[in-house]
């Protein structure tokens, strides 16, 4: 059985805030003993009561019901993880669900292989040099500051086409797990 914790949760949000019990109590109907029950996971209060909670704190009613491991998750710069693929250097940033961030370093002329697909979506932002990006039939060069997306299940290609270092950061989306993608 899961344990959400929502009292816990409830207390930090309203103490983050500087609201009193009194000003929960007047603000939701609900009394003192109430809340703190609430509060100390003594008792498990109805949707319609978590509601009420929730719009007096400000906060949406889905954040109340998350478990402690589909919160927000912080990855430090000294924590991340690299690795390479084809050449390529890899720093993976994070990644939540099917979502998956990284900067991928491309030496003059390196690629990403052979066009490749894969369940998924892919978003791409160019921070440094000059790449080609090749989708089926569309091709297009790409420079800083451009960005292009595509449908992961098209065989799609990338490759440095200039003179130094292209660094792009990717993010890709799959519902399925992805492996060796990057």
């Known amino acids: 059985m899961i344990k959400l ?12 805030k500087k609201i009193t019990i009194a000003q929960m109590c007047d603000g939701t109907g609900l009394s003192k003993g109430f809340i703190s029950n609430v509060e100390n996971n003594n008792t498990s209060p109805s949707i319609n009561t978590l509601s009420t909670i929730a719009e007096f704190l400000g906060v949406p009613l889905p954040y109340l019901l998350l478990e402690k491991k589909q919160h927000m998750r912080v990855v430090r710069k000294d924590e991340r993880t690299n690795s390479s693929f084809h050449n390529l250097k890899i720093e993976h940033l994070a990644s939540k669900g099917g979502l998956r961030t990284m900067i991928v370093e ?7 292989g052979e066009p490749n697909s894969h369940e ?10 000059k ?24 065989p799609h290609f990338v490759k440095n086409i200039g003179d130094g270092k292209a660094v792009v950061f990717i993010s890709i989306y799959s519902d399925t797990e992805l492996k060796d993608v990057l």
Request: some cysteine; aromatic content about 8%.
């Open 120 to 129: 998924g979506e892919e978003c791409h932002l160019v921070l440094e040099g």
């Open 5 to 16: 914790d929502i009292g816990t949760k409830i207390r930090a949000i309203r103490n983050r």
């Open 131 to 154: 790449i080609l990006a090749e989708q089926g039939e569309d091709s297009f060069i790409v420079e800083e500051g451009d960005s292009f997306s595509w449908n992961a299940s098209v």
């Open 106 to 112: 491309f030496p003059p002329g390196a690629s990403i």
